[in-house]
């Protein structure tokens, strides 16, 4: 056998081998460039499926939502309470759903009891007032004046307009003519002549 012939022959399994190799890579690359464009369309078409869908499940409970509920702007609610006294509840928005027309929730709800100098007043970010006890339930960033002084800072407030009583059962910091003081609940009875902390209650008195 010639010294050619000898190399053609210990080097034909390999170009065998690696023209193997390539007709392999050359289907794969065929077959990715059907694939790869397929996969991407149905992509394409689930996320138009999704949006179509959510789309027609969504509007309709919005438009239900508008249906079921009365909007009203600049909101006032007025009463009095069984002392004499009148008292108005203003509201940037309130919204009232048909199903519980009593129940009407509030941003950004005040409460004004009395008139004039004296009048006491109690503002919170969100609220809920029922008109069918006249239960006023305040909630975050509420502040209470009761209009001789004393004002005080929670995060909730409960609010009964028929005896003008209020009770939070979150913790209070006040500020009044006498110092100040700090409790995890309290309450504010008789026109507000009364006020009863409990829970680690701590006061400090600045003499006049």
């Given at each position: 056998?010639?010294?050619?012939?000898?190399?053609?022959?210990?080097?034909?399994?390999?170009?065998?081998?690696?023209?193997?190799?390539?007709?392999?890579?050359?289907?794969?690359?065929?077959?990715?460039?059907?694939?790869?464009?397929?996969i991407?369309?149905?992509?394409?078409?689930?996320?138009?499926?999704?949006?179509?869908?959510?789309?027609?499940?969504e509007?309709?409970?919005?438009?239900?939502?508008?249906?079921?509920?009365?909007?009203?702007?600049?909101?006032?609610?007025?009463?009095?309470?069984?002392?004499?006294?009148?008292?108005?509840?203003?509201?940037?928005?309130?919204?009232?759903?048909?199903?519980?027309?009593?129940?009407?929730?509030?941003?950004?709800?005040?409460?004004?009891?009395?008139?004039?100098?004296?009048?006491?007043?109690?503002?919170?970010?969100?609220?809920?007032?029922?008109?069918s006890?006249?239960?006023?339930?305040?909630?975050?960033?509420?502040?209470?004046d009761?209009?001789?002084?004393?004002?005080?800072?929670?995060?909730?407030?409960?609010?009964?307009?028929?005896?003008?009583?209020?009770?939070?059962?979150?913790?209070?910091?006040?500020?009044g003519?006498?110092?100040?003081?700090?409790?995890?609940?309290?309450?504010?009875?008789?026109?507000?002549?009364?006020?009863?902390?409990?829970?680690?209650?701590?006061?400090?008195?600045?003499?006049?």
């Open positions: 056998m010639t010294e050619t012939a000898a190399i053609n022959a210990a080097t034909s399994p390999q170009r065998r081998a690696e023209l193997t190799r390539w007709r392999r890579r050359s289907r794969l690359v065929r077959t990715l460039r059907v694939v790869l464009p397929a991407m369309l149905a992509i394409l078409a689930t996320l138009g499926g999704l949006v179509v869908w959510r789309t027609a499940t509007q309709p409970a919005a438009q239900r939502e508008a249906q079921t509920a009365i909007r009203l702007v600049n909101a006032r609610f007025v009463g009095q309470v069984k002392d004499g006294r009148s008292f108005m509840i203003g509201a940037r928005q309130a919204l009232r759903d048909e199903k519980d027309y009593q129940s009407v929730s509030l941003m950004e709800p005040a409460l004004v009891v009395g008139q004039g100098q004296g009048s006491s007043r109690v503002t919170a970010r969100i609220g809920n007032y029922n008109e006890d006249r239960m006023l339930r305040l909630r975050g960033d509420v502040r209470i009761d209009g001789k002084g004393l004002r005080f800072a929670a995060q909730e407030a409960v609010i009964d307009t028929r005896t003008g009583e209020v009770i939070g059962q979150s913790q209070v910091q006040g500020d003519p006498l110092g100040q003081l700090t409790a995890n609940s309290y309450s504010v009875q008789d026109k507000g002549d009364r006020l009863v902390l409990k829970g680690g209650v701590r006061a400090r008195i600045e003499g006049r």
